[in-house]
């Protein structure tokens, strides 16, 4: 048979690759690796970051010509850097997926507002009240409602305040019935707490086990006297040594994820922290972990005039970019439970808010747990704005600036509260790719036989 490039043969023969629909995906950033001459690129919608050597560089600087069958075509792919598909239309499908999708229901619940602490940063305004055995019945009852509504059986809850363990009791109470909803349905109830860990005693911790709690965030923003300058008693007092201790002397069934809120008066601590931490978790036995967060302002604080240096908005510092490094996640359309109906904050009044940081502003209350049905969520919102407003920020976001942003897939136009009451907050390092690719790069050299693959936060 001949071979004749006029046979009918050649009408099978193989397209280029840009024929076939392949190109390079919107969302690369990349960097010259140091001393090296391989670059680093990371896919921000998949999720990837990988070293590729100047001939790989090469032939992805002309794949529409490609072969569609040459063999480097499946390895790009692989990695997101090409693709077949507009990305940024998925990421808007995503988004709206993302306001009505059930994987089981959050409820983040503030037994009370009251804190024992005083932190110059914190964002919200305190108030002693405790949640009324009326509130916590709405809780349940709204708790049913949602289950019934999304079609989920599970539910997972974030004790949030304030500071939830000066409400032990409610926790607990709550707690029992709550897992008794989801057993009664077969599904499954999960838990979390943020706390300050000042009343983390062994009698705590033991009543946070039998609540399911699997997860306890503790802010430690120092070492010793660091520490307690910005995180004092109400009225004044240490308490780092009690912090601590209490993370020494008594055995936690739950995992601890320590939170370094960093700003400038203690920045220079991290690693020292770091280290400290590492040897707390050796020596407790407890699993113990920590973070460095850079602290992001607040129009409280503000008010307060009390904010510290904040490093947040602007920096550029490696702290920001090596967590955010840490973060790496595959792209989405959606920023957090902000943008979801089945996400619902509750205060210690049954006002139902979408974001953390409006826990404490019955102004921007969407309704209340006494009456709020989510099978009709806007008729029975006291007001649908303040909750249509926080799905709305998910993907295809009404800003020019941000579709056409190469950060898209994990900025998704950042954080929705910020974004509704100060406007749009960039990601800091947003025209400085370089650094935080070679960050990426940095953790392909924890496994060296595999790329860095997004951790899904
Ligand atoms: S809107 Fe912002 S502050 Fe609120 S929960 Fe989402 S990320 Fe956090
Ligand atoms: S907020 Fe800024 S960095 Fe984020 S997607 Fe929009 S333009 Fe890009």
Not at 14 to 39: C, F, I, L, Q
Not at 162 to 184: M, N, Q, Y
Not at 189 to 211: F, H
């Amino acid at each position: 048979m001949s071979n004749d490039v006029s046979t009918p043969n050649t009408q099978e023969k193989s397209r280029t690759a840009g024929e076939a629909g392949w190109h390079v995906s919107r969302y690369n950033v990349s960097a010259k690796v140091p001393d090296s001459k391989m670059v680093a690129i990371a896919n921000l919608f998949k999720g990837n970051c990988a070293e590729y050597t100047p001939i790989e560089c090469y032939l992805l600087s002309v794949l529409e010509e490609l072969d569609e069958n040459h063999p480097i075509i499946e390895r790009f792919a692989k990695r997101g850097v090409i693709c077949k598909f507009d990305e940024r239309a998925a990421l808007e499908s995503m988004g709206r997926a993302a306001c009505a999708g059930s994987h089981g229901i959050g409820l983040t619940i503030c037994p009370t507002m009251g804190c024992n602490f005083d932190c110059p940063y914190c964002f919200e305004d305190h108030y002693p009240r405790k949640m009324t055995q009326e509130v916590q019945d709405d809780v349940v009852a709204l708790a049913e409602r949602m289950l019934d509504a999304s079609g989920s059986k599970d539910i997972n809850v974030s004790w949030f305040g304030g500071e939830p363990l000066l409400a032990p009791d409610i926790i607990e109470s709550l707690s029992v019935r709550l897992i008794e909803l989801t057993e009664k349905r077969g599904g499954n109830y999960s838990a979390g707490i943020i706390t300050n860990g000042y009343l983390l005693t062994q009698e705590i911790a033991d009543m946070l086990e039998r609540c399911k709690v699997t997860s306890a965030q503790i802010t430690i923003d120092g070492l010793g006297a660091t520490h307690d300058a910005t995180r004092h008693l109400a009225g004044g007092g240490p308490t780092f040594e009690r912090i601590v201790s209490n993370l020494r002397n008594n055995k936690m069934s739950f995992r601890v994820s320590v939170r370094h809120n960093v700003h400038e008066g203690n920045r220079q601590e991290v690693d020292a922290l770091q280290k400290f931490i590492e040897q707390l978790a050796e020596e407790s036995g407890n699993n113990i972990t920590y973070y460095p967060a850079p602290v992001s302002g607040s129009e409280t604080a503000d008010e307060r005039g009390k904010q510290v240096g904040l490093l947040c908005g602007s920096d550029e510092s490696d702290i920001s970019i090596r967590q955010e490094a840490y973060r790496f996640h595959t792209g989405r359309g959606s920023y957090c439970g902000a943008n979801n109906i089945w996400s619902v904050g509750i205060d210690e009044r049954g006002n139902l808010q979408k974001c953390w940081e409006a826990v404490d502003k019955p102004q921007i209350s969407y309704g209340n747990a006494h009456d709020w049905d989510p099978a009709n969520p806007l008729a029975t919102a006291s007001n649908p704005d303040n909750l249509t407003m926080y799905l709305n920020t998910a993907c295809p976001i009404p800003d020019d600036e941000c579709r056409e942003c190469i950060w898209l897939p994990i900025c998704v136009g950042g954080c929705p509260q910020k974004r509704l009451f100060e406007g749009r907050k960039c990601i800091a390092f947003k025209d400085n790719a370089e650094k935080y690719v070679l960050a990426l790069h940095a953790r392909i050299g924890e496994d060296k036989d595999k790329d860095t693959d997004a951790v899904e936060d």
